[in-house]
């Protein structure tokens, strides 16, 4: 099985000098360090499924200016889910053409 490659939109925006563009509800936001932020959710053994909103949003936070709104950070949380079942999909279809 095939995907695109990483970087070339499937989530979101390609990337450019480090930073992801991710939709936030209606609106597209630049974030940085979230390639760094998801390594760590998978050395920890976190999948999409397994992360809080708060542990995303809190994480992709250290990098990045995240509105303290329960409204606005449900939000980001939702994106940065679907932006890390993406990151974890492409790693595992990454890993199954290397290996197969």
């Excluded at 989530?11 to 480090?18: E, L, T």
């Excluded at 053994?45 to 994480?59: N, Q």
Aim: contains cysteine; aromatic residues 4%; charged residues 20%.
């Amino acid at each position: 099985m095939s995907g695109p490659p990483p970087g070339s939109g499937a989530c979101c925006a390609p990337r450019s000098q480090g930073t992801t563009s991710l939709t936030v509800g209606d609106v597209t936001v630049g974030m940085v360090g979230l390639e760094t932020v998801f390594r760590q959710l998978t050395a920890m053994g976190r999948r999409p499924e397994e992360a809080s909103d708060a542990e995303l949003v809190g994480m992709a936070r250290a990098s990045n200016w995240i509105p303290h709104k329960p409204a606005v950070e449900a939000e980001y949380g939702s994106a940065l889910r679907g932006a890390y079942r993406a990151y974890v999909a492409r790693q595992e279809g990454s890993r199954d053409r290397s290996t197969g």
